[in-house]
């Protein structure tokens, strides 16, 4: 079985095949706004690479965000058309799951506004609810962890996972879509926090 992974929902193109729970060939690219131009050059010169028609493709699993709202229908919309005229099963995560990987850590991505998306998980297991936060709350969340994502928005470095591998990693976690045509974008509301700030 090959399965085609995407995740187009924040800064990065991301593209892997996986073969008998191996990563064969894989794209992490910084693509931001782009990714809609380059995620079809990219595939054929990744399936190329490594010899694989489309048609050799048994399943896809992208992430479902949170993320850009037009980044996350990118990768989203592909696998959503392809699963359904080939008739083959399509799978989500989300993606600060996706980016935490087994972790022990905080995820963070720019929700933009001097807000970012965060959840905080440990040994990959996510121990809070996922949610938009202001960036001034999460600098005062964080002591001592690790700091995955956009790192920048609280004056740390910004640092990611090999995406790829982290979709392998987490196959246990993909949620298998009933409906393909039912597959929807997960964005998460602001913090009450966030609210009673403004």
């Given amino acids: 079985m090959i399965t085609l992974c995407m995740d187009t929902s924040h800064i990065y193109l991301v593209l892997g095949l996986i073969k008998d729970d191996q990563v064969i060939a894989r794209v992490q690219e910084e693509c931001w706004k782009h990714q809609s131009e380059e995620i079809f050059p990219k595939l054929t010169a990744m399936c190329n690479e490594v010899n694989i028609q489309p048609e050799d493709i048994g399943q896809i699993v992208i992430s479902e965000g949170p993320g850009s709202y037009t980044g996350v229908r990118i990768a989203m919309t592909v696998a959503k058309v392809v699963c359904a005229l080939r ?17 022990d850590c905080r995820v963070l991505i720019d929700a933009r506004g001097k807000r970012a998306y965060t959840c905080r998980y440990e040994n990959g297991r996510q121990t809070e609810e996922e ?13 001592g962890e690790t700091v995955i994502g956009d790192g920048h928005l609280i004056g740390q470095p910004d640092c990611w996972p090999d995406i790829v591998q982290n979709f392998l990693a987490l196959k246990d976690c993909w949620k298998k879509a009933d409906n393909v045509h039912l597959v929807v974008p997960e964005y998460l509301k602001p913090s009450e926090a966030y609210l009673i700030q403004k």
Avoid at 87 to 103: E, F, H, K, V
Avoid at 131 to 143: D, F, H, P, S, Y
């Fill in 87 to 103: 008739n083959i099963p399509l799978y989500t995560i989300g993606t600060l799951r996706l980016y935490a990987g087994d972790q």
């Fill in 131 to 143: 949610r938009v936060e202001t960036c001034e709350a999460i600098a005062g969340l964080v002591n």
